[in-house]
T-cell receptor, first 113, second 113 residues
Framework: GDSVTQMEGPVTLSEEAFLTINCTYT??????LFWYVQYPGEGLQLLLK?????DKGSNKGFEATYRKETTSFHLEKGSVQVSDSAVYFC????????????FGAGTILRVKS | DGGITQSPKYLFRKEGQNVTLSCEQN?????MYWYRQDPGQGLRLIYY???????QKGDIAEGYSVSREKKESFPLTVTSAQKNPTAFYLC????????????FGPGTRLLVL
C-alpha cells in the first residue's frame, strides 16, 4: 500500500542554519504531496504542496520539489528561526478520489537561538 | 472567521465509558475526517465522510463510531470497545471529494482515568 517515510528526529539546529528534512514515498499512481506543520498543542497546518512531478511547493521560506524519479519530496529552508520549531509531517494523497491522506511519522525540529 | 473547532480540548474517560468528541466546521466543506495521532506514529485515519448521511471506515475504525447528520458537524464516539483510547484526536475537512488539501482543527487530547 501507499506509505511515506520521513527522517527520524529530533533535528536540532542553530538559528540561521540550513534545514533539510527528507521524505520518500511509495505509491501507486501519481499522488499529490504535502508538508504539514504542527506547533505544540495545536492541529496541523498546511505548509506547502505539489501536485505533479517537478512541481516546487513553497511557503514562508520553505520549499520542496516533487521528484518522481527518486520518489522524494524533501523539505528545505535556507535559514531557520526559533519560531520554526515544530513537528513536520510529509503526506501523500491516496484513495479512489485522492482525498485520503497518508502521513509519515513526523520529524521534530528544534531551533536554538 | 471560518474554521474548524473541536471540543473539548482535553477529555477524560473512565474504563467502560463511551465518550464523544465534537467537530464543527463553518467552511461549507463537504468532506470531513477523523485522525488519531500517537507519539512517533504520525496520523492514522479513523473515519471519513464525503457527504451528509454518508461515512466510511478508515484504517483504524474498530472501537469508534461516527455520524454525519449535518454538513457542519462530524462527531466521533470512542466506545468502550476501544481498549487503548489515549491519543490526540484531530478532525479535518476538505471542500469536496477530489479536493486533496485538508484543513485541521486544534485537536482533542483523550486520557483514560
Amino acid at each position: 500500500g501507499d506509505s511515506v517515510t520521513q527522517m527520524e528526529g529530533p533535528v536540532t539546529l542553530s538559528e540561521e542554519a540550513f534545514l533539510t528534512i527528507n521524505c520518500t514515498y511509495t505509491a501507486t499512481g501519481y499522488p499529490s504531496l504535502f508538508w504539514y506543520v504542527q506547533y505544540p498543542g495545536e492541529g496541523l497546518q498546511l505548509l506547502l504542496k505539489a501536485t505533479k512531478a517537478d512541481d516546487k511547493g513553497s511557503n514562508k521560506g520553505f520549499e520542496a520539489t516533487y521528484r518522481k524519479e527518486t520518489t522524494s519530496f524533501h523539505l528545505e529552508k535556507g535559514s531557520v528561526q526559533v519560531s520554526d520549531s515544530a513537528v513536520y509531517f510529509c503526506a501523500l494523497s491516496a484513495g479512489e478520489y485522492g482525498n485520503k491522506l497518508v502521513f509519515g511519522a513526523g520529524t521534530i525540529l528544534r531551533v536554538k537561538s | 472567521d471560518g474554521g474548524i473547532t473541536q471540543s473539548p480540548k482535553y477529555l477524560f474517560r473512565k474504563e467502560g465509558q463511551n465518550v464523544t468528541l465534537s467537530c464543527e466546521q463553518n467552511l461549507n466543506h463537504d468532506a470531513m475526517y477523523w485522525y488519531r495521532q500517537d507519539p512517533g506514529q504520525g496520523l492514522r485515519l479513523i473515519y471519513y465522510s464525503q457527504i451528509v448521511n454518508d461515512f466510511q471506515k478508515g484504517d483504524i475504525a474498530e472501537g469508534y463510531s461516527v455520524s454525519r447528520e449535518k454538513k457542519e458537524s462530524f462527531p466521533l464516539t470512542v466506545t468502550s470497545a476501544q481498549k487503548n483510547p489515549t491519543a490526540f484526536y484531530l478532525c479535518a475537512s476538505s471542500p469536496r471529494m477530489g479536493i486533496e488539501t485538508q484543513y485541521f482543527g486544534p485537536g482533542t487530547r483523550l486520557l483514560v482515568l
